[in-house]
T-cell receptor, first 114, second 112 residues
Framework: DAGVIQSPRHEVTEMGQEVTLRCKPI?????LFWYRQTMMRGLELLIY????????DSGMPEDRFSAKMPNASFSTLKIQPSEPRDSAVYFC????????????FGNGTRLTVT | GENVEQHPSTLSVQEGDSAVIKCTYS??????FPWYKQELGKRPQLIID?????GEKKDQRIAVTLNKTAKHFSLHITETQPEDSAVYFC???????????FGKGNQVVVIP
């Protein structure tokens, strides 16, 4: 299995631009998570999906952030408009959804907003 | 919601010595406690986990202990090696709840 695949690995954009991060979970996993990692705040859960349905988006910072999961093999996290404080590493992770099942993280997208 | 705290934030040890990282959690309903290792520039990876029905679990040089009464759990690394240098995250969740609450991480530095 190729694991969780994220793209792009790096993204540099100017303030105000739209940013779209992409994720392909491990095949057969039915839970998908988006995390943001910064030095100050550590790993923050932004949103997670079960069977393509958003379950908890309480971690989404504000309306500029949105996430979709149109099917079991693809999810996007969009920031519009982007701001410098959005600069971080964004991780996607998936799990089988069974009780106590481990999270498998992708390699992350390093976002820099100038 | 669950709140997980880790101590110390940074730990330096001589190669060959042991390292211990402690985490505390707030939700007494939490019953699954994984530990993740993140090397510089890489993704977090699961290294060991424990469920609330056991007090200790070992896997070669690493072990995790759980004290449900005190609501804390610890990661023990014995005979540390340079490749153990990384950030270690603890987390907690309850069965039936997919939402893992992570601590802020501990930087472990193994000095050769």
């Amino acid at each position: 299995d190729a694991g969780v695949i994220q793209s792009p690995r790096h993204e540099v954009t100017e303030m105000g631009q739209e940013v779209t991060l992409r994720c392909k979970p491990i095949s057969g996993h039915n839970s998908l998570f988006w995390y943001r990692q910064t030095m100050m705040r550590g790993l923050e859960l932004l949103i997670y999906f079960n069977n393509n349905v958003p379950i908890d988006d309480s971690g989404m910072p504000e309306d500029r952030f949105s996430a979709k999961m149109p099917n079991a093999s693809f999810s996007t996290l969009k920031i519009q408009p982007s701001e410098p404080r959005d600069s971080a590493v964004y991780f996607c992770a998936s799990s089988s959804g069974q009780m106590g099942s481990p999270l498998h993280f992708g390699n992350g997208t390093r976002l820099t907003v100038t | 919601g669950e709140n997980v705290e880790q101590h110390p934030s940074t730990l330096s040890v001589q190669e060959g010595d042991s390292a211990v990282i402690k985490c505390t959690y707030s939700d007494s309903a939490s019953n699954y406690f994984p530990w993740y290792k993140q090397e510089l520039g890489k993704r977090p990876q699961l290294i060991i986990d424990i469920r609330s029905n056991v007090g200790e679990k070992k896997d070669q040089r690493i072990a995790v202990t759980l004290n449900k009464t005190a609501k804390h759990f610890s990661l023990h690394i014995t005979e540390t090696q340079p490749e153990d240098s990384a950030v270690y995250f603890c987390a907690a969740t309850s069965y039936g709840n997919n939402r893992l609450a992570f601590g802020k991480g501990n930087q472990v530095v193994v000095i050769p």
